[in-house]
Nanobody, 118 residues
Framework: QVQLVESGGGLVQAGDSLRLSCAAS????????VGWFRQAPGEEREFVAS????????SYADFAKGRFTITRDPGKKSVYLQMNSLKPEDTALYYC???????????WGQGTQVTVSS
């Protein structure tokens, strides 16, 4: 079993940057992918980015390409989402999630709020 705890959200202005952190505990992540998702009020949850723990291979939603970067730190068993050039439409509750490479995302953190003012 894996547990995930997000941090790093906050209130920023358009154009600012934020780095979200996802600290994992429990079993090893060697067979997992870890992703970031977000959900704005009244909208469905959407994929932001993911990283395969073992290889470091990353994947991004189109809106995240060029602005967001996902990284992992095996020593700290953590995944980060660096978000640059933030826009008001990036305002959402951001979740960290994990899945076995053979399965769907089934482990979720509690979320961290990101609010971008114009």
């Amino acid at each position: 079993q894996v547990q995930l705890v997000e941090s790093g959200g906050g209130l920023v202005q358009a154009g600012d940057s934020l780095r979200l952190s996802c600290a994992a505990s429990g079993r090893t992540l060697s067979s997992y992918a870890v992703g970031w998702f977000r959900q704005a009020p009244g909208e469905e949850r959407e994929f932001v980015a993911s990283v395969i723990w073992r290889s470091g291979l990353t994947s991004y939603a189109d809106f995240a390409k060029g602005r967001f970067t996902i990284t992992r730190d095996p020593g700290k068993k953590s995944v980060y989402l660096q978000m640059n050039s933030l826009k008001p439409e990036d305002t959402a509750l951001y979740y960290c999630a994990a899945r076995l490479l053979s399965g769907a995302y089934d482990t979720w953190g509690q979320g961290t709020q990101v609010t971008v003012s114009s």
